[in-house]
T-cell receptor
Framework: RKEVEQDPGPFNVPEGATVAFNCTYS??????FFWYRQDCRKEPKLLMS???SGNEDGRFTAQLNRASQYISLLIRDSKLSDSATYLC???????????FGAGTTVTVRA | GAVVSQHPSWVICKSGTSVKIECRSL??????MFWYRQFPKQSLMLMAT?????????EQGVEKDKFLINHASLTLSTLTVTSAHPEDSSFYIC?????????FGPGTRLTVL
């Protein structure tokens, strides 16, 4: 079983729609959680960290469910520029090493 | 935010040759850098942790003699792919640790013919 798993999608949504997807992790001792955005053939860029209480950054909302071992990302009022692959990443301990999921592809159409 | 550069951004080489990739933190010092590899439509896979002034620590299944890592200064780590073969063709990405956040370089696309 992979450490971090994501629905690859793609999620094809119209502008203005809301899209949400999850990422599951296998190690219950995981301590830190992140969402990254990766554009085609580019490096990942940190979108947001995910806190236990859930957190919001503009149109983006991240949630953590420790009991079921998943994190989620919700994008409201989708823009064309939101089209990208969203990677979740999990840190297992204090060594700052990250385990990444394979990514969820989102395509926002006009 | 912190800036990390990689050089070269892409490289094509013949099978059997060695390729060196540089990762630099431009506006901060990083005692710890990470090297990842990403195949098409797959996740970033951590290859090794590069520690300034000491040996790199490699993830399980990564050959340390094939992927040589040197972290000689607080702003530079290098990854050398020795005797490269077509199966080594991939997107190699480094990151540098600042505080508790990793900042990623733009990646190096390696194609081995």
């Amino acid at each position: 079983r992979k450490e971090v798993e994501q629905d690859p999608g793609p999620f094809n949504v119209p502008e203005g729609a809301t899209v949400a997807f999850n990422c599951t992790y296998s190690n219950s001792a995981s301590q830190s959680f992140f969402w990254y955005r990766q554009d085609c053939r580019k490096e990942p860029k940190l979108l947001m960290s995910v806190y236990s209480s859930g957190n919001e950054d503009g149109r983006f909302t991240a949630q953590l469910n420790r009991a079921s071992q998943y994190i989620s990302l919700l994008i409201r009022d989708s823009k064309l520029s939101d089209s990208a692959t969203y990677l979740c990443a999990v840190n297992l301990g204090n060594d700052y090493k990250l385990s990444f999921g394979a990514g969820t592809t989102v395509t926002v159409r006009a | 935010g912190a800036v990390v550069s990689q050089h070269p951004s892409w490289v094509i080489c013949k099978s059997g040759t060695s390729v060196k990739i540089e990762c630099r933190s431009l506006d901060f010092q990083a005692t710890t850098m990470f090297w990842y590899r990403q195949f098409p439509k797959q996740s970033l896979m951590l290859m090794a942790t590069s520690n300034e002034g000491s040996k790199a620590t490699y993830e399980q299944g990564v050959e340390k003699d094939k992927f040589l890592i040197n972290h000689a200064s607080l702003t530079l780590s290098t990854l050398t792919v020795t005797s490269a073969h077509p199966e080594d063709s991939s997107f190699y990405i480094c990151s540098a640790l600042s505080g508790n956040e990793q900042f990623f370089g733009p990646g190096t696309r390696l194609t081995v013919l």
